[in-house]
């Protein structure tokens, strides 16, 4: 156990992951070498859609198995923007999983939306923006970006949409989402606060005859408060989660980004 750990080259050399350990040697002398392209480096995201804006959101820690590399690591970025800050930007993508793969597919997606707004002297818009990024992942489903992406922004109409998509780029427009690896914690919360399933109205009935909770869009502050909660309680469940919250928070005046401390162990 100790050669995982050790610089040492007599104790079979460099530090290793606990995946990637040495394996004991075959009896004619042969040893397995492999290569494996894709890591996790861990942290979640989410994205929640309102009337008249969209919420994107990620933590800041950067993992590799047991190790923290960085306490500091956005997940959510500005797309298509005019400026050196994307002050200007509409749309908000967010990549969780392997970050060189997701950092690859933020900077082409925003090399593209710059591309169409200078040869078109107008954004692109985020239903657009949605099916171009499926493009994008589709042209690569023989070696995929091993990321998970969200899309955020308002469309036609100003309302909030947000799309979910897949590594080989099937997507869909939903009210809420969430991704990465406290994904399985952080959705079931979303499905009862955001989409109102299981709700029913107190004494309305007994069994089958509860009566469901009226559905109503949340307000932008009820969203910021259940961002901040969602992640509050994956942090106390998920290694990988934690350090800093971002928060982008999409509406017709722009694009406000957020950073809230999360818990640092």
Aim: hydrophobic letters at 35%; one cysteine or more.
């Amino acid at each position: 156990m100790a050669a995982m750990f050790s610089q040492n080259p007599l104790m079979n050399g460099p530090n290793y992951s606990f995946s990637d350990a040495p394996r004991a040697q075959a009896p004619d002398g042969a040893r397995e070498h492999r290569f494996d392209p894709y890591t996790d480096n861990g942290g979640s995201t989410l994205a929640i859609a309102g009337a008249d804006f969209t919420i994107m959101a990620g933590d800041t820690r950067l993992t590799s198995g047991y190790s923290i590399n960085s306490r500091f690591h956005p997940k959510v970025f500005k797309i298509g923007g005019t400026t050196a800050d994307q002050s200007d930007a509409t749309i908000a993508l967010s990549v969780v999983g392997f970050t060189a793969d997701g950092e690859a597919l933020k900077e082409r997606l925003d090399a593209i939306c710059k591309m169409y707004h200078y040869r078109h002297g107008k954004p692109m818009s985020v239903k657009a923006c949605a099916q171009r990024l499926s493009t994008i992942l589709y042209q690569k489903r023989f070696f995929p970006y091993y990321a998970y992406a969200i899309l955020g922004g308002l469309d036609e109409e100003g309302k909030g949409a947000v799309y979910s998509y897949d590594p080989v780029g099937s997507y869909e427009r939903e009210q809420c989402r969430a991704g990465g690896a406290a994904a399985s914690l952080i959705m079931p919360f979303l499905d009862n606060q955001v989409n109102f399933k299981n709700q029913f109205i107190p004494g309305s009935g007994e069994g089958h005859a509860l009566q469901e909770r009226e559905r109503r869009p949340l307000t932008r502050n009820e969203v910021e408060t259940l961002v901040k909660d969602a992640f509050d309680g994956a942090v106390e469940r998920h290694i990988e989660v934690g350090d800093g919250l971002q928060m982008m928070i999409i509406t017709r005046e722009g694009i406000q980004e957020v950073i809230l401390p999360l818990k640092k162990d």
